[in-house]
């Protein structure tokens, strides 16, 4: 398992853990990320939002709240 910050670009992961359940866990659900959930790092640079595909949508999270989701990364695609 790792930090979500800590993914490449354009890999795919599964979402296993959220650790700061409370208010992050309540912006997180409306935007699809979700114990679960695929998802696909479509842009991770330094010093900027991370950029995520999931489902039919693009969304982009802030660098400490992508620190408090650990995944699983995928060796194949989704």
Do not use: W
Not at 11 to 24: A, F, H, T, Y
């Amino acid at each position: 398992m790792v930090r979500l910050d800590q993914v490449e670009e354009n890999k795919c992961c599964c979402v296993c853990l959220i650790e700061d359940e409370g208010s992050s866990l309540g912006k997180l659900l409306p935007m699809g990320i979700s114990i679960g959930n695929h998802i696909e790092v479509v842009y991770n640079r330094r010093f900027v939002p991370i950029l995520l595909s999931v489902g039919d949508s693009l969304i982009a999270i802030d660098r400490r709240r992508a620190r408090t989701i650990f995944v699983e990364k995928e060796d194949n695609g989704r």
